[in-house]
T-cell receptor, first 113, second 111 residues
């Protein structure tokens, strides 16, 4: 059974640009959540989607957005990139919200220059 | 607001010693607690999931306990090996959709 797949794995952008990251959950999983990990702040929750609906959002500015498609694949977008957006972005999937075990992808490493 | 704390931040032990990792949380109204392992630059690997109604879970050399009333979970790793060197994180699911993570404990097992 394939795990959670995130693309791209590494990317470099410059300030002001925008970026889109993709996440394909484990087959059959309908819940996808996103996290930002930095050395200073640790793991911070961005948002979670279930059945194409955003169920909860963390404390991030509106430049961070996401969506989920009918096949449960999810994308997150960051517009007007800032240096502080450099981080490892992790996606996780679970069968459903709340009670299911969470499985993470390898992450997308974003560097903003 | 849920606060999850992991102490100590780092731990170094000789090979063969048992590891005890602690996780505490401030709001006991949780749905589950999950332990993860993270290797440098990698994603998180799920180790154990404990539902709020459970007291412990075991998988191989790993055992995790949960005491909701005192807001604590402990991960035990028996007979540690150098391959156990990693950062261990606990995460608490406190409502339908949000997970709160601890900062992690970085473990080094010396050969």
């Amino acid at each position: 059974k394939a795990g959670v797949t995130q693309t791209p794995r590494y990317l470099i952008k410059t300030r002001g640009q925008q970026v889109t990251l993709s996440c394909s959950p484990i087959s059959g999983h309908r819940s996808v959540s996103w996290y930002q990990q930095t050395p200073g702040q640790g793991l911070q929750f961005l948002f979670e989607y279930f059945s194409e609906t955003q169920r909860n959002k963390g404390n991030f500015p509106g430049r961070f957005s996401g969506r989920q498609f009918s096949n449960s694949r999810s994308e997150m977008n960051v517009s007007t990139l800032e240096l502080g957006d450099s981080a490892l972005y992790l996606c996780a999937s679970s069968p459903g919200p709340r009670t299911g075990e969470l499985f993470f992808g390898e992450g997308s490493r974003l560097t903003v220059l | 607001k849920q606060e999850v704390t992991q102490i100590p931040a780092a731990l170094s032990v000789p090979e063969g010693e048992n590891l005890v990792l602690n996780c505490s949380f401030t709001d006991s109204a949780i749905y589950n607690l999950q332990w993860f392992r993270q290797d440098p630059g990698k994603g998180l690997t799920s180790l154990l999931l404990i539902q709020s109604s459970q007291r412990e879970q075991t998988s191989g050399r790993l055992n995790a306990s949960l005491d909701k009333s005192s807001g604590r979970s402990t991960l035990y790793i028996a007979a540690s090996q150098p391959g156990d060197s990693a950062t261990y994180l606990c995460a608490v699911r406190e409502d339908d959709y949000k997970l709160s993570f601890g900062a992690g404990t970085t473990v080094t097992v010396r050969a």
